[in-house]
């Protein structure tokens, strides 16, 4: 009887553990694949090559890119390399990437930028809110950008809770993005959920027409555990008239990796894409 029960314990423990493992899979997507998807007149942006993982384009055209984030289980080609934000002028014929300076005082060796956000106060004085994972801490650093000689003063480093603010949130595990309406009170009450089949991460706004853009993670996996040989494939989502009852979701641009790997965010500006990515490169395209 005790061997008995012995060996139904045993299978049981086994059903729950390959339980856990099929939902762990489903849940990073680890058996999707994606079909190319091409955009006229890409490039890859020069000086970019480790990570482009959040863009953030202001209304003049100016994108700032955050680059460099370094985190546990994820690939990087160059973890001694401290992380840095560069601004591309996308009004230019041939933009290019430039790294902007930060001021003295900042602890430039931890930096280690996540998620970027701007903000223009009365005075056209631009600010820029980055998450920051200083010693595998968060913390949100608070900048101003001087454009006269493309540098940027560090203002403070807020350690406590949320900045509030109105938005889109992307579920990247549940493959969801919820729509959240904001109260004057500052309460949000939840709208809807769009279900997706890919890892969405970051998610910006097309000013003009509303419409979301996301850089998605098609096979979450495939990014976790990185395989030269079985590179993390890249996917761009529009997403149209998201609150009408059926919203719009087109594919726009999708790669196995061979030119970008594991996208993570695109902005879009005049006509003109911006895909970011976790920890490869950054790629520039008309649409």
């Known amino acids: 009887m005790g061997k008995l029960l012995a060996v139904a314990l045993v299978g049981i423990a086994a059903a729950l553990a390959a339980e856990r493992l099929l939902a762990f899979r ?14 006229p007149n890409c ?3 020069k ?6 993982e959040d863009i953030d384009i202001l209304p003049n055209g100016l994108a700032f890119i955050s680059s460099g984030l370094k985190y546990p289980g994820l690939k990087s080609f160059a973890p001694d390399k401290p992380g840095e934000i560069f601004l591309m002028d996308l009004n230019e014929d041939n933009p290019r990437a430039v790294e902007l300076r930060i001021s003295r ?11 970027i956000s701007t903000y223009i106060d009365r005075d056209d004085t631009v600010y820029l809110f980055v998450v920051n994972h200083p010693h595998q801490k968060s913390t949100v650093e608070l900048f101003k950008f001087v454009e006269d000689d493309n540098s940027l003063v560090h203002l403070k480093t807020i350690r406590h809770d949320l900045l509030t603010r109105y938005i889109y949130i992307a579920d990247i595990l549940d493959h969801n993005v919820y729509v ?9 009450t939840h709208v809807k959920t769009l279900q ?4 969405v991460d970051n998610l910006s706004i097309d000013p003009h027409t509303g419409d979301i853009w996301a850089g998605c993670h098609p096979n979450g996996m495939k990014l976790l555990y990185y395989d030269p040989e079985n590179l993390p494939a890249s996917e761009v989502l529009r997403i149209q008239n998201i609150l009408s009852e059926e919203p719009v979701v087109t594919r726009v641009y999708s790669d196995n990796g061979s030119v970008l ?9 005049e006509g003109k894409l911006l895909i970011g990515t976790v920890f490869h490169r950054a790629l520039y395209c008309d649409l």
């Open 47 to 52: 000086g970019i090559e480790t990570g482009s």
């Open 43 to 45: 490039r890859l942006i």
């Open 261 to 269: 790997q594991g996208s993570s965010v695109a902005s879009i500006y």
């Open 180 to 188: 959240m309406e904001k109260h004057a009170n500052w309460s949000l």
């Open 105 to 115: 005082g900042f602890d430039l060796a931890s930096f280690n930028p996540h998620g």
């Open 196 to 199: 997706l089949d890919t890892l």
């Open 26 to 39: 489903n849940r990073f997507n680890a058996s999707r694949e994606v079909a190319p998807v091409s955009l």
